[in-house]
């Protein structure tokens, strides 16, 4: 008999700029799926980080299921009403469609979800970001599933030794690759080192293909029929008893790592664990933050949360983050603070640039070569 997970989350509002989803967001979704437990859900949890809302629903109906889909959809719309009348800024920004058609695939919000058997005992993490994209999972998924010195169960537990496969999309060609680790090691650092191209999936336990972790990567891809760039995202990850322990699960998070995101989603910058309490980015729209909600999921019910990172054993990560800030920031509109324009998530730089074009003069007493091998000064455009 198994159980879905399913986190379905969207932006639809910020008060003020994109800071925070306020309570009456939460509360519009609540009463949505209030309504449908025990007709669709089991149990739901609403939560938020920064100006994203994170449905945290279970049920019985398989991934990708339409009334789950619609469901969701439904709330995002009752809390798009909510933010539309208080002004709040960017009010309704995921909602690419004025319809819901079928999946919440392509219309603008992000999911995450799996399904399995319930275990004897059924710890998940659920992580929520704002001010950052699905790429942001890649190091630590790595370390969680693939290395000894985070999780010492990939050494200690016989059934985690055999290792972890992970499924990797190429967001640029669109397509996807599975790789064993740990035999498939290097390979797969050479693929998702590259945030430009390569994101993490899924991960699945080698030992019985068991799905171990999701993540939500909708809009790294062409979504609605246009680009309309990345998404701050969710993850799901299974802990304990032939999964890392969830302090294994939590600890790539101890020494912040950089990811894309921040001011425009435009910036790199620290990616901050905090609790539940400090999922507001402010200083510069940020640091990116992470939230981890831990449940036991019983007979198909949420129990919990434990809001993971509130505890005191991240506050020297959350004093690191800070300090990567301050260090990053420095650099002010200059590279590495500033994103490589193919990661921007504001693709208003070139309307900047496009002002200079035709400013532009030839370099004087310059061969320049140009494409089949032909020079300027072969065309005698120069001396
Ligand atoms: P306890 O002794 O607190 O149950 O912890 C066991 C454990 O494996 C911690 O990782
Ligand atoms: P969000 O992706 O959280 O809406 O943030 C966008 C932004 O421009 C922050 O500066
Ligand atoms: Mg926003
Ligand atoms: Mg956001
Ligand atoms: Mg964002």
Not at 374 to 381: P, S, Y
Request: aromatic content about 10%.
């Amino acid at each position: 008999d198994k159980v879905t997970i399913s986190v379905i989350k969207a932006d639809v509002g910020g008060l003020c700029g994109h800071s925070l989803a306020p309570d009456e967001l939460l509360e519009a979704c609540e009463a949505v799926l209030e309504e449908a437990v025990d007709e669709i859900i089991l149990d739901y949890y609403v939560t938020r980080c920064g100006d994203d809302i994170d449905l945290i629903m279970s049920h019985k109906l398989g991934c990708d299921n339409e009334k789950v889909h619609k469901l969701a959809w439904d709330a995002f719309e009752e809390a798009t009403k909510v933010a539309k009348e208080l002004k709040l800024y960017g009010a309704g920004q995921d909602l690419l469609s004025d319809s819901f058609s079928g999946n919440v695939r392509g219309m603008g919000p992000g999911c995450a979800e799996m399904e399995f058997v319930e275990r004897k005992s059924e710890p998940i993490v659920v992580f929520c970001c704002d001010k950052t994209d699905p790429t942001a999972f890649n190091y630590p998924l790595y370390k969680m599933f693939a290395d000894p010195f985070n999780t010492a169960g990939l050494v200690f537990d016989p059934s985690m030794i055999s290792g972890f496969k992970f499924e990797v999309h190429d967001i640029v060609g669109h397509k996807k690759v599975f790789l064993d680790t740990p035999e498939e090691m290097y390979m797969l650092l050479a693929l998702i080192g590259d945030y430009e191209k390569y994101a993490i999936k899924r991960v699945y336990r080698r030992r019985d293909n068991e799905i171990a972790a999701v993540v939500s990567t909708e809009k790294l891809n062409y979504i609605a029929g246009e680009y309309v760039g990345k998404d701050d995202p969710v993850a799901i990850v299974r802990a304990q008893s032939g999964f890392p322990a969830v302090g294994e699960v939590l600890e790539p998070f101890a020494n912040p790592h950089f990811v894309p995101g921040w001011m425009r989603g435009s910036h790199w910058g620290p990616l901050m664990p905090v609790g539940e309490e400090d999922a507001t980015p402010t200083r510069f729209d940020g640091p990116a933050r992470i939230i981890a909600l831990g449940f036991q999921v019983c007979d198909g019910m949420l129990i919990g949360p434990n809001d993971l990172f509130a505890d005191k054993g991240f506050d020297k990560a959350r004093e690191k983050a800070l300090e990567m800030a301050d260090i990053i920031r420095r650099m002010g509109p200059f590279q590495p603070h500033r994103l490589p324009a193919t990661m921007m998530e504001y693709t208003t730089v070139p309307k900047v640039l496009k002002a200079l074009e035709d400013r532009f003069i030839p370099l004087e007493g310059l061969e320049l070569v140009e494409e089949g091998g032909i020079t300027r000064k072969d065309r005698g455009e120069v001396e």
